[in-house]
T-cell receptor
């Protein structure tokens, strides 16, 4: 158990809809990262928050947004969903802000999103 | 643009033998590398890391080797055990950058 929790585990929805994925980081971790893993793909970095502030952005679509709340949990909002958004979405946390040495991220179990 | 590549989608090894998983990268600015292990229905779990100032890092049965000139790293598991059967991801980052780049993973099967 990494200490990172994600809800829900599974989500099935229709094209055009909007969903919210939730992540609670490990106790004490200030950084939260969101990743997308599509079929046969590696983990694609979407966005990072550190202590409530957006820290880094990767290949995140404009239809996607995220935020980190004062209690450090984070939500990833996906809107105008398309079939291609079907994927596993992982949240990870770490105690470190930067992406360099010592940043060993702890991953949640993921949310599997299916868009029909 | 896949900056971290794992060209072998799968690998099968007999129990007790050595497993060697490979990873190549293209960005010469990468200076920190990690390996993660992932079981089905779970998130990736950190396994071992190496900084670019080293060429080898060892932790029990797991050793990571880094060849900076070839932009190549490998993970050696000796001896391999059935519980090592999982998908292994390598990842890389640059001190001057802002994210980790992951490979597509290699599925390791250790045959009893």
């Amino acid at each position: 158990d990494s200490g990172v929790t994600q809800t829900p585990k599974h989500l099935i929805t229709a094209t055009g809809q909007r969903v919210t994925l939730r992540c609670s980081p490990r106790s004490g971790d200030l950084s939260v990262y969101w990743y997308q893993q599509s079929l046969d793909q590696g983990l694609q970095f979407l966005i990072q928050y550190y202590n409530g502030e957006e820290r880094a952005k990767g290949n995140i679509l404009e239809r996607f947004s995220a935020q980190q709340f004062p209690d450090l949990h984070s939500e990833l909002n996906l809107s105008s969903l398309e079939l291609g958004d079907s994927a596993l979405y992982f949240c990870a946390s770490s105690s470190i802000m930067h992406s360099g040495y010592g940043n060993e991220q702890f991953f949640g179990p993921g949310t599997r999103l299916t868009v029909l | 643009d896949q900056q971290v590549k794992q060209n072998s989608p799968s690998l099968s090894v007999q129990e007790g033998r050595i497993s060697i998983l490979n990873c190549d990268y293209t960005n010469s600015m990468f200076d920190y590398f990690l390996w993660y292990k992932k079981y089905p229905a779970e998130g990736p779990t950190f396994l071992i890391s190496i900084s670019s100032i080293k060429d080898k890092n060892e932790d029990g049965r797991f050793t990571v080797f880094l060849n900076k000139s070839a932009k190549h790293l490998s993970l050696h598991i000796v001896p391999s055990q059935p519980g090592d059967s999982a998908v292994y991801f390598c990842a890389a980052s640059a001190r001057t950058g802002n994210q980790f780049y992951f490979g597509t993973g290699t599925s390791l099967t250790v045959i009893p």
